[in-house]
């Protein structure tokens, strides 16, 4: 593919590409397939796999959420292309699972693809890229205390695939979102680890 996605579909399009063609699926095939230069598949694509019921294999969450936090610092520090360390970008899973997880995520990304995409681009430019960076960055640091509680992690890796969706379709109303989401996802992350403590 070597060319930056422009939809969730543009994704899981280069994510059975890559399945049709081996056995396991690494990060590296997928940065390669994306021509290392898109920064918003990589925000979108690791949190939309924690969602899914991938996700609650132990362990996953915290790796998804460095690949998150690498890929966000980098944007922080205007990078023009992606860089992982080998033990990320060697991390695989087996082509059947992401064909089984493109095919159930079809259905809710057309509907995305057709709803989300160009309003208000000017807050998805500029400063409003680094704002969303270091939204990422601090999200992506409440994963792994919140791996230990069931389905925690959610709250914040939807806020940031919000954020990724924003970036890759040039929505500035989906930035928005993004931005009330974030928030959101700190008040239940908050609550839920002081219920914890509590407890």
């Known amino acids: 593919m070597a060319s930056d996605p422009h939809s969730i579909g543009d994704i899981l399009d280069a994510l059975d590409e890559l399945a049709d063609k081996q056995d396991r699926v690494s990060l590296g095939d997928v940065i390669e397939a994306f021509g290392n230069r898109s920064y918003g598949p990589f925000l979108l694509l690791p949190a939309l796999v924690d969602i899914s019921p991938v996700g609650s294999i132990p362990g996953l969450p915290t ?62 430019k500029g400063p409003f890229v680094r704002v969303a960076a270091v939204a990422c960055i601090l999200l992506a640091c409440t994963v792994p205390p919140l791996e230990l509680l069931p389905l925690a992690t959610t709250a914040p890796m939807a806020a940031i695939a919000t954020f990724g969706l924003a970036l890759m379709v040039r929505d500035g109303l989906v930035m928005i979102v993004a931005i009330v989401l974030a928030g959101v996802a700190v008040a239940i992350g908050a609550g839920l680890l002081g219920s914890k403590i509590g407890g």
């Open 63 to 124: 790796v998804l959420a460095c690949v998150i936090l690498l890929t966000a610092v980098q944007m922080v520090l205007g990078r023009k292309h992606l860089w992982l360390p080998g033990f990320l970008r060697n991390r695989s899973v087996k082509a059947e699972t992401v064909r089984k997880t493109t095919k159930k995520a079809r259905k809710p990304a057309g509907w995305a693809d057709r709803w989300f995409h160009g309003r208000l681009p000017a807050l998805t």
